[in-house]
């Protein structure tokens, strides 16, 4: 079946340092990819998605690119704000035949904490 | 534009008893997925709802049934509750047009059970 690996967190990092976690997955075919953002006390945000290899997903600094024969679906970001402080998921899904796709499946998360 | 909507925010059950969450989803969607999140951990699929069907289910036991109104609003009923089902539960939805397989949640429900 599909999988996530993503790397334990915390990570804690001083503002305006690079940002990278790491994930790695396991899938049949060719899966899309996410990374989704759940902040204090709210549900899941999509961050940035890419869904075939070497796209590479952009959105508020941050950036994720597919990459096949790795794998592997790194986020970066190139100088980490306060507000940045969340959990973090990677998470993949597939589309089923002859439409539709399947259930998404969800790394454990990292939660990021940036100090000033 | 509404998105996903869930209530109640937050509740308090004792072992044995049931429950019943609602979710209303984004506007414009017409499949609903829910998901468990225990503290500290990813979200674990419990199962997917589309045209009132249940079309996908996680490894979760019989307790937990759902259903899907003809408005795509949803519910999600959990039977015999026990300590472990304390967790915060999502409902997300999609679109079942051209889209690349995205969630949108909500903020969701977050169940004790005492």
């Known amino acids: 079946g599909n999988s996530v690996t993503q790397m334990e967190g915390p990570v804690t990092l001083s503002e305006e340092a690079f940002l990278t976690i790491n994930c790695t997955y396991t899938?049949?075919?060719?899966?899309?990819l996410f990374w989704y953002v759940q902040y204090p006390g709210e549900g899941l945000q999509l961050l940035l998605k890419?869904?075939?290899?070497?796209d590479k997903g952009s959105n508020k600094g941050f950036e994720a690119t597919y990459r096949k024969e790795t794998t592997s679906f790194h986020l970066e970001k190139g100088s980490v704000q306060v507000s940045d402080s969340a959990v973090y998921f990677c998470?993949?899904?597939?589309?089923?035949?002859?439409?539709?796709?399947?259930?998404?499946?969800f790394g454990t998360g990292t939660k990021l904490q940036v100090i000033p | 534009d509404a998105g996903v909507t869930q209530s109640p925010t937050h509740l308090i059950k004792t072992r044995g008893q049931q429950v019943t969450l609602r979710c209303s989803p984004k506007?414009?969607?017409?499949?609903v997925s829910w998901y468990q999140q225990a503290l500290g951990q990813g979200p674990q699929f419990i199962f997917q709802y589309y045209e009132e069907e249940e079309r996908q289910r996680g490894n979760f036991p019989d307790r937990f049934s759902g259903h899907q109104f003809p408005n795509y609003s949803s519910e999600l009923n959990v039977n015999a509750l026990w300590l472990g089902d304390s967790a915060l539960y999502l409902c997300a939805s999609s679109a079942a047009g051209p889209n690349t397989g995205e969630l949108f949640f909500g903020e969701g429900s977050r169940l004790t059970v005492l």
């Open positions: 506007s414009g969607h017409d499949t």
């Open positions: 998470a993949l899904t597939a589309r089923l035949q002859p439409g539709g796709y399947q259930k998404v499946t």
């Open positions: 899938a049949t075919g060719y899966p899309s």
């Open positions: 890419a869904t075939k290899a070497d």
